[in-house]
């Protein structure tokens, strides 16, 4: 069965920096085109971080641009999220997604994605 496995969350101080890997098992070359990362709080709706298309075209949103950056490994079927400047808003549970749906953009919004991995936390503190 196909699934997304994340690594690399944990805590750290304002200011700081992590690095988020997302290993993607089983997938075809086609449904690994587009990943992308995500973020939830409690309570709050899933908002969309930053997707890559094939490791070429990269999308981010407006608050972690210039401080995050996404890297893909196609051929590996990996991304990764290196987050730098973190900020304790930037404190969430982190998802990958891959499987983006037929006619959808590779794109940070939650409902182009068809798969989802179990998410890892990030904590930032002041």
């Known amino acids: 069965q196909a699934q997304l496995v994340e690594s690399g969350g944990g805590s750290v101080q304002a200011g700081g920096s992590l690095r988020l890997s997302c290993a993607a098992s089983?997938?075809?070359?086609?449904?690994?085109?587009?990943m992308g990362w995500f973020r939830q709080v409690p309570g709050k709706e899933r908002e969309g971080v930053a997707t890559?298309?094939?490791?070429?075209?990269?999308f981010y949103a407006d608050s972690v641009k210039g401080r995050f950056i996404i890297s893909q490994d196609h051929d590996r079927g990996t991304v990764y999220l290196q987050m730098s400047s973190l900020k304790p808003e930037d404190s969430a549970m982190y998802y990958c997604?891959?499987?983006?749906?037929?006619?959808?953009?590779?794109?940070?919004?939650?409902?182009?994605?068809?798969?989802w991995g179990q998410g890892t936390q990030v904590t930032v503190s002041s």
């Open positions: 089983r997938f075809t070359y086609k449904r690994r085109k587009c």
């Open positions: 890559a298309w094939i490791g070429v075209d990269t």
């Open positions: 997604a891959a499987d983006l749906l037929t006619g959808t953009l590779c794109r940070p919004v939650p409902a182009n994605f068809r798969s």
